[in-house]
T-cell receptor
Framework: DAGVIQSPRHEVTEMGQEVTLRCKPI?????LFWYRQTMMRGLELLIY????????DSGMPEDRFSAKMPNASFSTLKIQPSEPRDSAVYFC???????????FGPGTRLTVT | AQSVTQLGSHVSVSEGALVLLRCNYS??????LFWYVQYPNQGLQLLLK??????LVKGINGFEAEFKKSETSFHLTKPSAHMSDAAEYFC?????????????FGSGTQLTVLP
């Protein structure tokens, strides 16, 4: 199994630019999670989807952040416009329903200058 | 609502010594409990999990954890530390009800293994 795939692995952009992070969950998994990890705030859940439907987006920092899951095999997290404080590692994870663990992707390291 | 507290943000042990990483949880319903490990510049990898049944669970790389309901704890142990165990470890809890299993993570414990 290929595992959770994220792209790009590294992204460097200037403040004000749009950033799009991509995630392909493990085939057959019906829950998808986006996390942000920083030294200051640790691991934060941003949003999660179940069967392609957003269930809880209360962790999304502000309106500059948006996430979509158009089908079971693809999700995006978009930041527009980006700011230096958005610099972090963004993880995507997927799981099955029930008492099952989440499988994490390798992450996207975002640097906003 | 559920929460997780990991005691000690940094733990250092000598190679060959016992590893003990502490995790306490709070949950209004029976919890599912997880330990994840994160190596530098990598994603989180599952070490072990407790859902139901036997309270002592064994995971990968010689780690194990015991669910103690009376103490609301799920401490992670390994009898003999290896240099390759140096990493950050996260305890997580999810509720045993509802469809999508949202995890709540602790703040992490950085394990250093000294030669």
């Amino acid at each position: 199994d290929a595992g959770v795939i994220q792209s790009p692995r590294h992204e460097v952009t200037e403040m004000g630019q749009e950033v799009t992070l991509r995630c392909k969950p493990i085939s057959g998994h019906n829950s998808l999670f986006w996390y942000r990890q920083t030294m200051m705030r640790g691991l934060e859940l941003l949003i999660y989807f179940n069967n392609n439907v957003p269930i809880d987006d209360s962790g999304m920092p502000e309106d500059r952040f948006s996430a979509k899951m158009p089908n079971a095999s693809f999700s995006t997290l978009k930041i527009q416009p980006s700011e230096p404080r958005d610099s972090a590692v963004y993880f995507c994870a997927s799981s099955l329903d029930g008492p099952y663990e989440q499988y994490f992707g390798p992450g996207t390291r975002l640097t906003v200058t | 609502a559920q929460s997780v507290t990991q005691l000690g943000s940094h733990v250092s042990v000598s190679e060959g010594a016992l590893v003990l990483l502490r995790c306490n949880y709070s949950s209004s319903v029976p919890p599912y409990l997880f330990w994840y490990v994160q190596y530098p510049n990598q994603g989180l990898q599952l070490l072990l999990k407790y859902t139901t049944g036997a309270t002592l669970v064994k995971g990968i790389n010689g780690f194990e954890a015991e669910f103690k309901k009376s103490e609301t704890s799920f401490h992670l142990t390994k009898p003999s530390a290896h240099m390759s165990d140096a990493a950050e470890y996260f305890c997580a809890v999810s509720l045993s009800s509802g469809s999508a299993r949202q995890l709540t993570f602790g703040s992490g414990t950085q394990l250093t293994v000294l030669p």
